[in-house]
Antibody, heavy 118, light 111 residues
C-alpha cells in the first residue's frame, strides 16, 4: 500500500541548514504531485510547499520563499526539502503528503521533527 | 492568523450532532473545492472529505460536508468518543501565486 516515510529531522541552530527526505513506496511516485506540511508544537497545520510531478511546478508559502527548496528524485522515489537560514519559527513536525486527484492532500507520512534552537 | 477561519473548539455529547464551519473568501473556498482532515491525538492528519462533500473509502457516512459561497461546513452525526480529534479544512488559494491554505483547526471534544 501507499507509504511515505520522512527522515532527516533533528536539532539545528538558527541560521543553519537541514535537508528532509520523504521515501515513497507502493504507488507510482513519478506521477504524483507532492506537498510538505508542517505543524509547530501545539499549533495547527501549515502548508509549506508543493512540487508537481514535473519538477518545474513548485509553490511555496511566503514565509519560506527564498529559504526552502522543494525537489524530487523520481529515480529514487524520494521527495526532499532543503531548508536554509533556519529560524526558531521553523520548529515543527514536517509531514510529506501526496497531492490527491480531487484537489486535496490525500496521503500523509508520519512526520519528522525539526527543532531550531541555539 | 489562518486564511480560513474555523472555531477553535466545539463540543457535544455522544450520539449528538456537531457542525464545524470554515470561512474563507472568493480566492479560496469561493473558487475551489474544500477538503477536510481529521487529526487524532499524536497522529498524522487523515483525509476525511474531498471535493466539498465526498468521503474517501472507509470514512463512515456519519461524516458529511457542504459548501456554500465562501464557506464550508463539516457535519458529524451520532458522535462517538473516537471522533475526538482536531479537524482542519483546506483548499487552494488563487490569490497572487497559487498556494494551499488550511484553517486554524477545530478541537472536537466528545463530552
Amino acid at each position: 500500500q501507499m507509504q511515505l516515510v520522512e527522515s532527516g529531522g533533528g536539532v539545528a541552530q538558527p541560521g543553519r541548514s537541514l535537508r528532509l527526505s520523504c521515501a515513497a513506496s507502493g504507488f507510482p511516485f513519478s506521477t504524483y504531485g507532492m506537498h510538505w506540511v508542517r505543524q509547530a508544537p501545539g499549533k495547527g497545520l501549515e502548508w509549506v510547499a508543493f512540487i508537481g510531478y514535473e519538477e518545474s511546478n513548485k509553490k511555496y508559502v511566503d514565509s519560506v520563499k527564498g529559504r526552502f527548496t522543494i525537489s524530487r528524485d523520481n529515480s529514487k522515489n524520494t521527495l526532499y526539502v532543503e531548508m536554509n537560514s533556519l529560524t526558531v519559527e521553523d520548529t515543527a513536525v514536517y509531514f510529506c503528503a501526496t497531492d490527491g486527484a480531487h484537489r486535496d492532500i490525500d496521503n500523509w507520512g508520519q512526520g519528522t521533527l525539526v527543532t531550531v534552537s541555539s | 492568523q489562518s486564511v480560513l477561519t474555523q472555531p477553535p473548539s466545539v463540543s457535544a455529547a455522544p450520539g449528538e450532532t456537531v457542525t464545524i464551519s470554515c470561512s474563507g473568501s472568493s480566492s479560496n473556498i469561493g473558487s475551489n473545492y474544500v477538503s477536510w482532515y481529521q487529526q487524532l491525538p499524536g497522529t498524522a492528519p487523515k483525509l476525511l472529505m474531498y471535493e466539498n462533500n465526498n468521503r474517501p473509502s472507509g470514512i463512515p457516512d456519519r461524516f458529511s460536508g457542504s459548501k456554500s459561497g465562501t464557506s464550508a461546513t463539516l457535519r458529524i452525526t451520532g458522535l462517538q468518543t473516537g471522533d475526538e480529534a482536531d479537524y482542519y479544512c483546506g483548499t487552494w488559494d488563487n490569490s497572487l501565486s497559487a498556494h494551499w491554505v488550511f484553517g486554524g483547526g477545530t478541537k472536537l471534544t466528545v463530552l
